[in-house]
């Protein structure tokens, strides 16, 4: 275990063959993301990054749900935080989604219950998701006067800019059926099996040539909307981090914490 320290946000484990296990260690927040999420996630990438013989990726989240979107209680923080540490905050989570969907190795991502907001967009940077078959999900943001700018580019990828005009804009939630008809999800199997699936497509992969792998990922990212310049880049993490400093978001962010709908 590369992370033995079972507190830590995330958990990281690579083995002998070079396959390694991202693990969202939040479960009593339903692995919403929030800073110290982030910087784990950033810090266990850049240890792949560094990892020589590194052939592939499975991310999974402890407990109930993969991953619940954002920490909505650190989301007020950050609206109430100067500009700066807003900016860096919207980056850092930019970022990360980016490193992910760019990784030279093949990701896998393992779902089981609640997948909303930026855990979309976790999957959206995969190259491939398994889901159990109670998984549910959901790009919420609109539902607290957020946006999910930064990864919106990922989620065109993944299932079309057509899906993303359906579910980014009502914020409704869908079965992992519908994931897999839209294209987010591409198998879905009975709980118990989760973590067998993800071991039949790793064993698959490690059949393949590990340059050969890398290249035809890199061909394939340049012709996608994630496939973005600097400035593009910048503007996604600034329209991110204004929309949360907003009026509306300020609204949608009370609605939450006292259990009502928002007053649009």
Known sequence: MTNLDSTASVLLDIDARGVAKVVLNRPDRNNAYDGDLIAALLAALDTLEQTKGLRAVVIS???RHFQAGADLKWIDAMRKASRADNVAASRATAQAVWRLNTAPVPTVALVQGACFGGGTGLLAACDVVIAAEDAMFSIAEVRWGLTAAIIIP????????????????TGERFSAAEARRIGLVHEIVPAAELEAAGVRVVDQILQNGPEAIAQTKTLTLESAWAHLDDAAFNRLVESHAAKRQSAEAAEGLASFAEKRAGRW
Not at 154 to 169: E, F, H, P, T
């Open 154 to 169: 990922q989620l065109n990828d993944a299932i079309g800019v057509r899906q993303v005009r359906r579910y980014a804009l």
């Open 61 to 63: 989240g402890r407990g």
